[in-house]
């Protein structure tokens, strides 16, 4: 796959280069040398898993650019947008310890908001198509876009021949 670049501009007065690269996940998102970028997080159902993205501890280390090989990044973190906002580090630590479900959630939802109205650094264009095909013999299957896949109701399917 070989880079190319695609220049265009808008009524709006924003000049927008595409630069499109083989390692761009791997290295240049790793190295913070972007401005802009289109990626997809896939997570858990629970938005534990989510937690790494928006953690200031999350933030890893800045991949040098002329490394020889990409696996020597330091991929520990997945907070790619640096965010470092003390209340939504409270919040999700607070998640870890919080037992009940509801209150669980109150804490994720005033993360959100704090991080939607102060951190805004993701927005998000579209959610992560999937697909999912299966025999009509087989009933109750359902798609599942998290990690989890399409397997994660198996206990519902039946049969029929």
């Not at 083989?22 to 858990?44: C, E, K, R, Y």
């Not at 629970?46 to 953690?55: A, E, F």
């Not at 479900?101 to 579209?126: G, K, M, Y």
Request: charge should be negative; glycine fraction near 4%; include cysteine.
């Amino acid at each position: 796959m070989s880079s190319h670049s695609i220049t265009n501009r808008t009524k709006i007065g924003v000049k927008l280069t595409i630069k499109n690269a083989p390692d761009i996940l791997s290295t240049n998102m790793t190295g913070f040398d972007f401005q802009t970028i289109i990626f997809a997080w896939v997570g858990a159902p629970d938005p534990y898993t989510g937690n790494v993205i928006w953690l200031s501890s999350a933030i890893p280390a800045e991949c040098p650019k002329k490394l020889a090989k990409a696996y020597e990044c330091d991929y520990s973190g997945q907070n790619y947008t640096k965010v470092k906002d003390p209340q939504v580090d409270a919040l999700l630590n607070a998640t870890d310890k919080e037992p009940d479900p509801v209150a669980r959630a109150q804490e994720f939802n005033q993360a959100d908001l704090q991080l939607a109205t102060n951190d805004v650094t993701v927005i998000p264009l579209f959610q992560k198509p999937t697909q999912l095909g299966y025999k009509s013999s087989i009933s109750g299957v359902q798609d599942n876009p998290t990690q989890d896949g399409f397997t994660w109701n198996i206990e519902d399917w039946t049969y029929t021949p």
